[in-house]
């Protein structure tokens, strides 16, 4: 049996944020909350544009089982870890593998 410490992760966050409140794109809502999420080793998984933090909670698979199948895709259909990254702990220093993951995944956007 494995035991949850040695099963890779996947950082879920929040990317960027726009202007919330009632704008519209193209006749629809504005998506503000622009979420990711990474592996151990820098690579976007997945990405998610949603309302508010609570939807992209859910649309990202935190509070549900959406992506999910995207998720153990990526593990070639082994376990994860799926962990959220709340705004306030990404900003410090506070998780170092997620920092480490998320300078990885800026180098290779960088180097594009």
């Excluded at 726009?18 to 504005?30: F, M, N, R, T, Y």
């Excluded at 592996?39 to 990405?47: A, C, Q």
């Excluded at 259909?77 to 709340?86: E, F, N, T």
């Amino acid at each position: 049996m494995t035991s949850n410490s040695n099963l890779p992760r996947i950082y879920v966050f929040v990317n960027s944020v726009g202007s919330p409140g009632p704008q519209l794109v193209d006749g629809d809502e504005a998506l503000p909350y622009n979420g990711a999420a990474i592996d151990e080793l820098g690579d976007v998984v997945v990405t998610c544009a949603s309302k508010n933090l609570t939807f992209l909670k859910y649309d990202m698979g935190v509070t549900s089982h959406q992506k999910h199948d995207l998720y153990s895709k990526h593990f070639k259909g082994g376990d994860y870890i799926l962990q959220w990254v709340d705004p306030a702990m990404a900003a410090g220093e506070k998780i170092p593998a997620f920092q480490k993951a998320l300078m990885i995944a800026k180098k290779a956007e960088a180097a594009r």
